[in-house]
């Protein structure tokens, strides 16, 4: 249960890039372990291949105090790991669905461009009523499905408002034709 005068705020954190790529993953893993365990909420991970990166949430009652909370968390997760030091973090106001109880974070990737609302698979199949694999499968066989704009130790993300513009497209019904050369 919240404090009064708390609120939450959500934490968009990322290192410089790793002298080791290939721990990239088994670090990435550990420091959002190592996150939940400082008290960080909602932890997943973010960034690209090679940085460490996580989006959480904290409890504070001001921008001031969550920018702080946040840094030092993360901060002391990638000390913990011998992690490199701390690139960037982003702090703004969780954002809130009346129609739950939880706390609904909108997690947006910045990369030296325009900021996206990121969705994962999951979230996918939810809006457009399919399973997870179906999601998958679509981005086998249909050149016009979207692209996953990032790749996480968690999965891929796509952008939001992509997978929305695919599903308003009008499509033909029935199965795709095959491909030329294929069997």
């Known amino acids: 249960m919240r404090e009064m005068g708390q ?18 993953e088994e670090l990435q893993f550990v420091l ?4 939940e365990d400082l008290g960080a ?16 949430s904290v409890e504070a009652p001001a921008l001031p105090y969550a920018a702080s909370v946040g840094a030092e968390l993360f901060q002391s997760g990638l000390e913990k790991i011998g992690g490199p030091p ?3 973090i982003e702090v703004e106001p969780a954002g809130y669905d009346d129609s739950q109880s939880e706390p609904v974070l909108e997690r947006r990737l ?7 609302q990121a969705i994962s698979a999951s979230e996918i199949a939810e809006l457009l009523g399919i399973s997870r694999q179906r999601v998958y499968q679509l981005l086998e066989e ?11 130790p968690r999965g891929a993300v796509w ?14 019904r029935g199965r795709p034709r095959k491909k030329a050369g294929s069997q």
Do not use: C, Y
Request: glycine share 10%; proline share 5%.
């Open 86 to 88: 701390v690139s960037r």
């Open 32 to 35: 959002l372990d190592i996150l």
């Open 41 to 56: 909420l909602g932890v997943t991970g973010w960034g690209r291949i090679g940085e460490l990166g996580a989006v959480f």
């Open 142 to 152: 249909r050149e016009d499905f979207p692209r996953p704009v990032a790749e996480t």
């Open 110 to 116: 910045t990369n030296a461009g325009p900021s996206i």
């Open 7 to 24: 609120m939450e705020w959500m934490v968009t954190a990322s290192s410089h890039r790793l002298d080791d790529e290939g721990r990239w």
């Open 159 to 172: 952008d939001r408002r992509d997978v929305e513009q695919w599903a308003r497209k009008p499509r033909r």
